[in-house]
């Protein structure tokens, strides 16, 4: 590790610990939330069902991973099986039939069809208070929720981690990949990748029962093997004695640490796959290029300022909406959280996660 002449002493990381508890406990959701979301999701199998015969919806990110915040937007993909010799329903096709059906339910508010998107979905609102996304058929998403379910169930420390950090980077406004910050699932890799090198969390992608091969299991062209039995855990992989001892605030600070001062955004690549770092050159990440998309949707641009590989699908930057201007501000915001951090611990949770007008 490198030598951090700012490294806070331990009383300080108790503090932060102490408050960071606090307001983990403020900020997830309350059981009533949960059992709203459920009904939600039974209201929408119950639709699909009806609008397409053979459906399963299943949430997917934070409903999906236990990591979500209260009053967050929950996401469900749908999966239609389409029966012997019927022809396959197209993403457009599903957002304009699920979204016309939604449209005259009365419990259903401000329903929007993103037809043309990237990844085509339905947007709506119902009037239990729930803001739902909805997509299609997308496999991959529902094997990352897994992934970073398991990582969350790997060691305890994760969840009130990554609810601070979700919370800071909301309030610092740098959580929206449509204006060029990070998704809150790049800020969960960023967080993964940091425990993986202090030896809290294990590379679940690696660890491997038996004779040690990885196996490949096949996910529309990845692999989307991981070790998911986190009961078992045990036999394969044991944490490191030091990082037994690190607590919330001690990892906290390290993440801001981290990405404030050590990551070399020029070079490195994120791999949680790897459990450690790759390099452009590597993932031949060097020149951002524009990629036509088919059937005339809009075309995407890469850029490879702030790389995070995604752990199954290996030629995607979750951090592509990142650009120069809003690397700037992501690089001050891990600075300033560091900064707060290290100096005093009472208040310094409520201070990293001022609003930022
Ligand atoms: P919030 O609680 O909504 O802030 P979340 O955990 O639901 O956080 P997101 O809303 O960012 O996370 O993403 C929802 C899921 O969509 C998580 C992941 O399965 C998928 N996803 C999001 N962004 C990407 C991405 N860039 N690449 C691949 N999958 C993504
Ligand atoms: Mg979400």
Redesign the pocket.
Known sequence: RKYDPYRPSIQTFDLITRDASFLCAELLPNPAEETRKLALLQRLSEISAETFGDAEVLP??????G???AN??M?VCVFLNAKEGEEEVSPAEFVERIGDRLEKEPDFENVLQLRKARVPIVKLNHINGIAC?IGYQ?D???W??RL?RAYCKADRRVRDIVVIV?QWA?KRRI?N?YTGSL????Y?LLVIHVLQRRGVLPNLQATVEGNGQVPFWDCQGFNRYFFEDISRLSRYWQPTPESLKQSVGELLYEFFRYFASEFRYATHVVSIRKGGLLTKEMKEWTKDHTQAQADSKPNVKNRYLFCIE?PF?LD?N?G??VDRYSLFTIRGEFMRAAKILSKNGDGAIARLCVERH
Do not use: M, Q, W
């Open positions: 997917f990110g934070s409903s999906g991973n990591l979500a915040l967050a937007d996401d996304d997308n991959l998403a529902i990352n929720t970073l979700k909301k959580n990949p998704s809150s699932y790049a969960v995604d699908e995607h979750v592509r909406p």
